[in-house]
């Protein structure tokens, strides 16, 4: 059976997209086609496309909101699922059990938007995840990347997931005992994140508002944050200064090839200024590395995800 084959009888069964731009589901805003890409909306959606995907022999790759990624101009081969529409049930809080008084647990769906999930956290008076203001992406993404800030990371927040293994297409629920969590990395080896609880504490919502404001308000004066990009480019290096600082004073704000530039606003954002091409932030990206290298002896590690072809 060729992969031609495989490919379109999955297309078929389940009117998956085919050859579509991974542009539209990056905030990049590059990456070439995925050969098939589907959109499930639920666990049992998404079980059926993975078995299909297994039996056919066909690879699969997983975006969320695709805020932290970097797609080739090729694209990805075999099978994309986009999560950003799974999510079954809303934000939810559970019932109180034996937690603590001043502690509730929270329930979410990996595709829920972050920015959901702590608007509602707020409303409920709880606090642990305003520093989520102004991060974009999916819940799913945000605990894949351990997403944070300086001083505060989701996984501080995190009680369990609920995860699927891809090879063998069995539910788990992970204690946060059990996870893997560091610098803007959860390890889940071949598993699919469906879903979260969070311990949450209740605290003043003026107060857990404010801080919220706070932040947004910080962040929007000095990130980039209306522009194409997949935020920061490089992960702060241990016992040093923060990549965007090493970038600035390498004299690398504004330096730009074809459409990608590193921000005037941030160095640590290489902004997509409205024709970059995958090649050209990865240029840039060398470009970046090598100065700072020569420059300071320190060596870079790239925080956003390069997938594909
Ligand atoms: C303007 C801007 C500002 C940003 N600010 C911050 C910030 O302050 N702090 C910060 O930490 N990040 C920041 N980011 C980066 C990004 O928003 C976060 O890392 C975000 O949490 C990623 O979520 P996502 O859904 O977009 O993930 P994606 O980019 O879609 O995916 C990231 C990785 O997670 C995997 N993945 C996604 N969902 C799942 C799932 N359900 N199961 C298994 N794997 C999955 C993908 O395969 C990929 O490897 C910023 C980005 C932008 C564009």
Known sequence: MT???NHSRLKENFKLLSQEPLRRYTSFRVGGPADLLGLPKDRQSLVDLLLAAKKENIPVSIIGGGTNILVSDKGIRGLVIVLSEFKSLPCRVEAPQNTQKDTKTIIADAGERLSTVCNFAMDQGLS???????IPGTLGGAIMMN???ATWNISQ???SVETIDTKTLLYQTLEKKDLAFSYRKLCLEDNILLGAHFTLTTADPKLIRKRFDQQMKNKKATQPVSLASAGCFFKNPPNNL???KLIEDAGLKGKKINGAMVSELHANFIINTGNARCADILALKRLIQKTVFEKFQIQLETEV???GE
């Not at 642990?128 to 102004?134: C, D, K, P, Q, S």
């Open 3 to 5: 992969a031609d084959k």
């Open 128 to 134: 642990g995840l305003e520093f989520a203001a102004g």
């Open 147 to 149: 997403a944070g800030t």
């Open 157 to 159: 927040a995190v009680a």
């Open 242 to 244: 923060p990549a965007g």
């Open 305 to 307: 995800k390069v997938t």
